[in-house]
């Protein structure tokens, strides 16, 4: 009955939007029902939860709200500071049995014996672990501002020296292409090569591996007539490697073509920047085409190497087959990879070693690449034209030995607007120096270490289909 009674005064103060009205009518049937017995009702007493705060300065409440505001953010700011561990100002005392103690400055506890400065002040003192998370926030931030540096210079260098993929202005179009072999079908789309008696015909295709770059085909004719290989790029070392670390030659590497009028052809820029690319990759120029895979910098961490090294890595072809269709058309076959092998320095310059360990960090990211070859060349369109780049090397190989019969525009449509060799023969390494910190702690004294370490990273595209 008393609940009944108290709700319908509930609602008949809600009704007249009358909340105090509300509160009071609620207190008095508590008052009520207490005098008459019906319980104590300790959750609500006006001695031990009174509406106000004796202690509370009637200054504090007449203040504006918006100082108030202001000097409460600034008061958590404050707290935000402290708990992450940043030094506060002014020296840190306290009172300990009767003896005045200096404080660490980041977490207000005593010093004892070994502390160290937190500023140029002597007094201003702080625990080795506490100086070690300070000094770990300057060198972050250091690192951060030396990253934005780093990527502005880098980023001039590229434009430059014309590094970086233009798929739209690098890739030939077969439409094109066709039309200088004078083709009946001129496929705006993909291409492929059917036989037709002793020679060949274009034919337009839906099936991917098929396809072939017909100006790729016919730069990869041209030195299969003349030079009886396939084409070669490598990054090289300038002087061998025999330059100095601290001079402008040892980040400079020369591009090295075979033969050398593939400078400056769509064939020679896709290995160029297709062997550019994976360097970038392999030292964590950008992020991974894979979730879980690590660049060499991550491996060497993991294993804890910090040492100098230099290395070669190359694209090679593992695998390379031709096949036939049943309606006669030709489908080169392979299965392509990375492989890597260290370098160290001889008489005559960098030579490789006698022996690459399985566990050097360039050789298991170049495992880790050839495993996801095609996953990647599906995220990566330099890597992919590069493998076109080996499929129509496949192909050149098998018109040439098999006596087809091709006309003299085969051999020449891709030679038609090249640069004729005219490009910058002289690229930067942009990945070649890293520099390691390291903050150690040991019974409460602290040690740095920081030093920049080199790594050469050279080597190329040569497909190896012989």
């Keep these: 009955m008393f609940a009944e009674e108290v709700h319908a005064s509930l609602q008949e103060a809600a009704l007249g939007k009358l909340g105090q009205d509300a509160l009071r ?190 100006e790729y085909l016919s730069i990869a004719l041209q030195v299969r007539r003349t030079e009886g290989k396939e084409p070669l790029f490598s990054l090289d070392p300038i002087d061998n490697g025999k330059a100095a670390a601290d001079t402008e030659e040892a980040s400079m590497q020369f591009k090295r073509f ?63 087959e031709m096949h036939i269709s049943g309606d006669q058309v030709l489908i080169p076959y392979l299965k392509m990879g990375v492989e890597a092998r260290e370098q160290v320095v001889g008489d005559d310059g960098l030579e490789d070693a006698a022996i690459t360990r399985p566990d050097h960090p360039l050789v298991m990211y170049a495992d880790v690449f050839t495993h996801n070859f095609d996953l990647i060349a599906e995220r990566k369109s330099v890597v992919s034209q590069l493998r076109e780049v080996a499929k129509a090397s496949i192909l050149a190989k098998y018109l040439i030995e098999s006596g087809t019969v091709l006309g003299a525009p085969w051999f020449s449509v891709g030679m038609e607007g090249s640069k004729g060799g005219v490009c910058c023969l002289e690229v930067p390494q942009l990945w070649n120096d890293r520099c390691f910190s390291k903050i150690s702690l040991k019974d409460g004294a602290l040690k740095t270490d920081s030093a920049p370490k080199m790594h050469g990273l050279y080597g190329g595209g040569g497909f190896w289909v012989d």
Excluded at 182 to 201: F, H
Excluded at 267 to 288: I, N, R, T
């Design 25 to 214: 009518i609620y207190g008095k049937r508590l008052d009520e029902a207490r005098e008459a017995g019906k319980g104590e009702f300790p959750c609500f007493s006006r001695r031990s939860c009174s509406l106000r705060n004796p202690a509370v300065d009637d200054t504090i409440l007449k203040r504006d709200a918006g100082v108030l505001r202001v000097e409460i953010a600034r008061d958590m700011a404050q707290q935000d500071r402290t708990a992450a561990g940043a030094p506060r100002e002014g020296r840190a005392t306290m009172v300990l049995d009767g003896e005045t103690v200096l404080l660490c400055q980041c977490c207000r506890l005593p010093v004892g014996e070994l502390a160290y400065a937190s500023g140029e002040s002597n007094e201003e003192l702080m625990h080795g672990e506490c100086k070690a998370q300070c000094m770990l926030r300057e060198m972050q931030a250091d690192e951060r501002e030396r990253k934005r540096e780093n990527q502005d210079l880098k980023q001039a260098r590229r434009e430059e020296f014309d590094i970086g993929w233009q798929a739209a202005e690098t890739i030939p179009q077969n439409a094109v292409s066709a039309r200088k072999l004078g083709s009946a079908v001129q496929p705006q789309g993909m291409a492929c090569l059917a036989i037709e008696g002793d020679s060949v015909r274009v034919a337009a295709t839906l099936e991917p591996a098929a396809a072939v770059n017909l």
């Design 258 to 320: 075979e033969p050398e009028w593939l400078a400056g052809t769509s064939v020679g820029e896709v290995m160029f920047q297709a062997d550019y690319h994976l360097k970038e990759l392999s030292f964590g120029e950008y992020d991974q085409p894979v979730v879980g895979m690590k660049s060499c910098f991550e491996h060497s961490e993991l294993d804890g190497e910090d040492s100098e090294w230099s290395a070669r890595e190359w694209f090679v072809v593992r695998k390379a």
